[in-house]
């Protein structure tokens, strides 16, 4: 099997073997604007996913040039919640990382980002392992509140948040 690229052959075969290799700078046009607000990038991973070079953190590379002065920062925060303990040590964790990024400052953008998978018999999300490694789905509405609800103190002093 191969890697997901985008771009398929009517065969089935992808197009290309691999990622292209983009060897340059980020350059800015005259109408490009460096952004001086400053966004908080907060990445939520299942345990044990491999997200290398995902979306979301490929986002934040991204635009990590047009923000002057360490003004965008990445977060990443691994969750395993299928169990009260598990859920319970996940949010105590999370107020006491909310009460230090509030420390540091006003984040004036919040951009919360879920790396998961989803249970092909329910369509509901994994919240982490029972047992030996096997994914335990909670319904969708638990499994929000239970990975959101932390960061609603977070959330309530930006100008804009996005899920």
Known sequence: MHINNGFYYSNGQPVLDRFLNILSTPELSLHAKISSAPVLFIHLK?????????????????????FPCGRIKYHEVVFDITTTAKAHGYQRGIHT?????????????VVIGISNHMDNDN?????????????????????????????????????????
């Open 97 to 109: 990382m909310v009460h230090a990024l509030k420390n540091q400052g006003k984040w004036d953008h």
């Open 46 to 66: 299942i345990v044990d996913y491999n997200a290398t070079g995902g979306s979301f953190e490929l986002a934040y590379h991204f635009l990590k040039p047009y």
């Open 123 to 163: 369509g509901n999300p994994f919240a982490g392992y029972e047992g030996k490694k096997k994914y335990i789905a909670a319904p969708v509405d638990n499994f929000l509140e239970i990975i959101l609800k932390p960061w609603q103190g977070l959330i309530d002093h930006t100008s804009e948040s996005y899920l």
